[in-house]
């Protein structure tokens, strides 16, 4: 398998984490791509042009990252990263929902900063973004308690997205009224597997 990514993308990074949680990073060349160079080639690929984008043996294309996740879970004899079926499914795809949504949102305020000239920013839409995630760290607080004793997709997910947070958002204080969920980073981010992947730089 070739997994194209990017270092800095929080999307690619849930990939990485969950490949070296289930034990498949081996199996798994990875392919470094610059999503905004149009010369890429990753549109040929992925029509998307977006990363992480994984490419089977036999040729096959996968895109986005629950798809990818997904994948590499049917791999696994037990299915750790997202469990077969009953409640406990539901509540691990739910929580990835929940922080693939505030990646979108994330990226979204970076790009907003980071590809408009400052008079051309607007105001309404960041601030409607920070509130989005102010919203869901508020929720993840509450379902901390809740979280599962081994690491699976939803709290992977959530990992990533706490850590794009600090990566891209400084002006956002998280980890203030969020106490439960401060704790659980620290603990989740000393894993391996996210020291492993974090941002590689700022660009």
Same mark, same amino acid.
């Given at each position: ?29 990875? #392919? ?9 080639? +990753? ?11 994984? #490419? ?6 996968? =895109?986005?990252?629950?798809? #990818? ?7 696994? @004899? ?7 079926? *009953? ?9 990835? @929902?929940?922080?693939? *949504? ?6 979204? #305020?970076?790009?907003? /900063? ?32 809740? =979280? ?7 709290? +992977? @997910? ?8 600090? =990566? ?8 203030? *009224?969020?106490?439960?969920?401060? /704790? ?20």
């Amino acid at each position: 398998m070739q997994l194209c990514y990017s270092p800095t993308s929080p999307y690619a990074r849930k990939v990485l984490v969950a490949a070296r949680e289930s034990g498949l990073d081996s199996r798994m060349e990875l #392919i470094q791509v610059n999503p905004w160079d149009a010369n890429s080639g +990753i549109a040929q690929k992925n029509p998307l042009a977006k990363v992480p984008l994984l #490419i089977l043996d036999d040729g096959t294309h996968l =895109f986005d990252s629950p798809v #990818i996740c997904e994948y590499l879970n049917s791999l696994l @004899a037990d299915p750790r990263l997202i469990p077969a079926n *009953g409640p406990e499914r539901w509540d691990v795809l739910r929580l990835q @929902a929940l922080a693939d *949504g505030m990646m979108d949102a994330a990226l979204l #305020i970076f790009l907003e /900063h980071s590809r408009r000239e400052e008079g051309e920013r607007s105001a309404w839409w960041l601030n409607l973004q920070l509130e989005t995630l102010r919203t869901a760290v508020r929720a993840l607080e509450a379902l901390v308690p809740v =979280f599962s004793a081994s690491p699976d997709i939803g709290q +992977i @997910a959530t990992g990533c997205a706490l850590g794009y947070l600090d =990566f891209r958002i400084t002006e956002l204080d998280w980890r203030s *009224g969020a106490p439960l969920l401060s /704790h659980w980073f620290q603990r989740f981010s000393s894993r391996p597997s996210m020291q492993a992947t974090a941002p590689e730089t700022t660009a």
